[in-house]
T-cell receptor
Framework: DVKVTQSSRYLVKRTGEKVFLECVQDMDHENMFWYRQDPGLGLRLIYFSYDVKMKEKGDIPEGYSVSREKKERFSLILESASTNQTSMYLC??????????FGPGTRLTVT | GENVEQHPSTLSVQEGDSAVIKCTYSDSASNYFPWYKQELGKRPQLIIDIRSNVGEKKDQRIAVTLNKTAKHFSLHITETQPEDSAVYFCAAREVEYGNKLVFGAGTILRVKS
């Protein structure tokens, strides 16, 4: 079974803090993704990576950065958290053009 | 880039009835169309997908149809059951960016028993 794990299920941070969200997959997938999920807006892609040290901007990259130093690990960084970044963050991984396996999500609240 | 629109945003059906969710996409080069189901408090999971070289695919009570000319695809659930209640997302592959998917906004399906 594919396993995608995320470092936290719930996180509360203050405005201006630097926030790290980590995602780990155990299936040697080359593709990894970070999404943001908000009611009525579906899943919006923030960044994705198709190889170690490679990254591509998604549809809403502003205010975020990513890091992929190892194949199994993909980190999302909020350089200076703001209240409009309060959301559910979902990580996913895939092999080729195929099913994306999602992590359990991190509900981030920025106060 | 690719744009995916999904309708309806909410759908209520009686147990045993059929449910249909429709999506349109903008990029005629898109060639992969998955559907994900997300139950309350859980992660999205793939339930069925279709590639552009086929027009229809079935898996027990669910089916997906694709009309490439009109650039739309639909999810059909027959004999709905209470456990089908969930949020359903369609998606289309944005070919220009490899394995990137663009998702629709989601449909909340409620099956009333």
């Amino acid at each position: 079974d594919v396993k995608v794990t995320q470092s936290s299920r719930y996180l509360v941070k203050r405005t201006g803090e630097k926030v790290f969200l980590e995602c780990v997959q155990d299936m040697d997938h080359e593709n990894m993704f970070w999404y943001r999920q908000d009611p009525g807006l579906g899943l919006r892609l923030i960044y994705f990576s198709y190889d170690v040290k490679m990254k591509e901007k998604g549809d809403i990259p502003e205010g975020y950065s990513v890091s992929r130093e190892k194949k199994e690990r993909f980190s999302l960084i909020l350089e200076s958290a703001s209240t409009n970044q309060t959301s559910m963050y979902l990580c996913a991984s895939s092999f080729g053009v195929a099913e994306q396996y999602f992590g359990p999500g991190t509900r981030l609240t920025v106060t | 880039g690719e744009n995916v629109e999904q309708h309806p945003s909410t759908l209520s059906v009686q147990e045993g009835d059929s449910a249909v969710i429709k999506c349109t996409y903008s990029d005629s080069a898109s060639n992969y169309f998955p559907w994900y189901k997300q139950e309350l408090g859980k992660r999205p999971q793939l339930i069925i997908d279709i590639r552009s070289n086929v027009g229809e695919k079935k898996d027990q009570r669910i089916a997906v149809t694709l009309n490439k000319t009109a650039k739309h695809f639909s999810l059909h659930i027959t004999e709905t059951q209470p456990e089908d209640s969930a949020v359903y997302f369609c998606a289309a592959r944005e070919v220009e960016y490899g394995n990137k998917l663009v998702f629709g906004a989601g449909t909340i399906l409620r099956v009333k028993s």
